[in-house]
């Protein structure tokens, strides 16, 4: 199983960029990288995906180095409503098995 | 016009009831999903079906039946629930497995 590993924790400020990164080591070539958020008593809901180097949407950032062994989310100027757990997930073709990491729980503060 | 649905929102039930969780999804996907999210916020994956096949069963009970009518429901069934079946079970849904997945808004199950 492709494992991915997460800070547990993050705490923030309204309008400060947060960057969490995820440690996947044993990533597979098919593997994508995909970023989710969770707010209390709600499904998880996609924010970003990427393969390799960086990609960028309306919400985040995803930076994924070379050797794609970690990737990093970035949130510029965080909200209130940000407040959320955040999950990384391994996914792609092939025969594997999506496994989530144990989140990033991020508290935004005023 | 919700991407992906789940019956009942919450299911409050006895031990050793058989209950059934109801899942659809609107968006054309091929592949669909049954997760467990237990009391530490852990998301783990039990099953997968890809056009009404199942591809993956991982360690879980067989007291848990997923159906697959057609490529749009997976429907889970539980027999004889336990306390530890107490938990959020979330439908998701994905063109390709694994990748851009949609959740459903989730079913908090509690056996007494």
């Known amino acids: 199983l492709a494992k991915t590993t997460q800070p547990i924790s993050m705490d923030s400020y309204e309008g400060q960029e947060v960057n969490i990164t995820c440690s996947h080591n044993?990533?597979?070539?098919?593997?994508?990288i995909t970023w989710y958020q969770q707010f209390p008593s709600q499904g998880p809901r996609f924010i970003i995906q990427?393969?390799?180097t960086k990609v960028t949407n309306e919400v985040a950032s995803l930076f994924i180095p070379a050797d794609r062994k970690s990737s990093t989310l970035s949130l510029p100027r965080v909200s209130l409503s940000d407040t959320a757990v955040y999950y990384c997930?391994?996914?792609?073709?092939?025969?594997?098995?999506?496994?989530f990491g144990r989140g990033t729980s991020l508290i935004v503060h005023p | 016009d919700t991407a992906v649905s789940q019956t009942p929102k919450y299911l409050v039930t006895q031990m050793g009831n058989d209950k059934s969780i109801k899942c659809e999804q609107n968006?054309?996907?091929?592949?669909m999903y049954w997760y467990k999210q237990d009391s530490k916020k852990f998301l783990k994956i039990m099953f997968s079906?890809?056009?009404?096949?199942?591809?993956i069963n991982e360690t879980v009970p067989n007291r848990f039946s997923p159906k697959s009518p057609d490529k749009a429901h997976l429907n889970l069934h539980i027999n004889s629930l336990e306390l530890g079946d107490s938990a959020v079970y979330f439908c998701?849904?994905?063109?390709?497995?694994?990748?851009?997945?949609?959740f459903g808004p989730g079913t908090r199950l509690t056996v007494l």
């Open positions: 044993n990533i597979a070539t098919n593997d994508y």
């Open positions: 990427g393969y390799k």
């Open positions: 998701a849904s994905s063109q390709l497995l694994g990748v851009g997945q949609f």
């Open positions: 997930l391994l996914g792609g073709g092939g025969s594997y098995i999506p496994t």
């Open positions: 079906y890809n056009n009404k096949e199942l591809i």
């Open positions: 968006l054309g996907h091929d592949t």
